[in-house]
């Protein structure tokens, strides 16, 4: 019941946060933006909107192979769990509610707990990986072209965002590769939950919670042999960032406009865009992710014309996952199964 009136609570902010942003963007240039809305051409949009799914498909492949029971786990349950997951992200703060969302979701496929938990672990590595590289390029790209203002505040932003993602890549990987890191953490958490008196038996806690870690990096070091699939991995997550990234070239393509934006530059400040949104405590990133668009595109597009393009560039990459996320999710017995 708690988590039933989370979601709500969620979602009703997510639809303020959005009729407020919406707003904003439309209160200067309502008739000029809705003008451009009206002459758009559908075939770059169905192109752009092929490009997401294309982003979806390629992250939930990479968990179908991980999993790696077909009789268990189908190509086209990985799809649905993955929608499923972008709707959890999509309405919650720092997009947290996916990983534990998908780790339920391969229990309900008989997949024991420490199992799917190393398989998610695994496969949000090699984003963090690809997410990082992605980063990097973006960051040098901008260093030697200069395409954004050299005293942007975002720009700062964006490379602490960068620093902070090759962190948590860091710390996902000695959790995944060192028992003996893992170990201490686990043991710094239960001193401090018994401190608090959070739990109430430290020692059948702490038990608990080694025999699970065991099992998980047995998991571990099995998978870890096999450097094909981190490579695989790595490579199929790069594919499919680049597939997101370049959404709003075709956006753009749709109003008509094939000059203003380039496939590197779309790339770039995609990249720069999306790492601004980490730092955004709301469901969807709302308000500081369109603002980061609106800012790093203007370098290249004005007017009533970015603001047409954050409208459905927006559409495209958050509302389509949000909603059939949650239709597929309302479909889904294997998810309402308790």
Not at 227 to 237: P, Q
Not at 310 to 326: C, D, P
């Amino acid at each position: 019941m708690e988590k039933i009136k989370n979601l709500k609570r969620n979602t009703f902010v997510l639809i303020i946060i959005t009729i407020l942003v919406l707003y904003f963007v439309l209160k200067d240039d309502f008739n000029d933006i809705s003008n451009i809305l009206l002459k758009v051409d559908l075939k770059y949009i169905f192109i752009a909107v092929i490009f997401y799914f294309l982003y979806i498909a390629i992250r939930a492949y990479m968990i179908y192979i991980t999993v790696a029971n077909k009789k268990k786990f189908s190509l086209w349950e990985s799809i649905k769990h993955n929608m499923i997951t972008q709707f959890f992200n999509g309405i919650t703060p720092f997009s947290t509610g996916g990983q534990p969302m998908e780790i339920y979701m391969l229990t309900k496929h008989k997949i024991r707990t420490a199992r799917a938990t190393n398989i998610i672990l695994q496969n949000f590595l090699y984003y963090q990986i690809a997410l990082v590289i992605y980063g990097a390029f973006a960051v040098l790209y901008n260093y030697f072209f200069n395409i954004f203002p050299a005293d942007s505040l975002l720009k700062k932003l964006v490379i602490l965002g960068f620093l902070i993602n090759t962190i948590v890549c860091i710390i996902l990987f000695l959790i995944a590769c060192s028992e003996k890191f893992t170990k201490r953490c686990m043991k710094c958490i239960v001193f401090l939950l018994d401190k608090s008196n959070i739990i109430k038996n430290k020692e059948e806690t702490k038990n608990k919670w080694m025999n699970r870690l065991q099992e998980f990096h047995n998991n571990t070091k099995s998978i870890s042999k096999k450097v094909h699939m981190f490579v695989l991995g790595v490579s199929l997550n790069l594919i499919s960032l680049t597939c997101l990234y370049i959404i709003p070239l075709f956006v753009l393509y749709s109003f008509h406009d094939f000059t203003s934006l380039n496939f590197i530059n779309s790339i770039v400040t995609s990249a720069y865009v999306l790492l601004i949104g980490s730092f955004v405590p709301i469901p969807g990133a709302s308000g500081g992710i369109e603002y980061g668009f609106l800012h790093f595109f203007n370098n290249f597009i004005s007017g009533g014309m970015i603001v047409a393009v954050l409208l459905v560039w927006r559409i495209i990459t958050y509302y389509v996952g949000v909603v059939v996320g949650a239709i597929l999710l309302n479909f889904d017995k294997g998810v309402d199964d308790n």
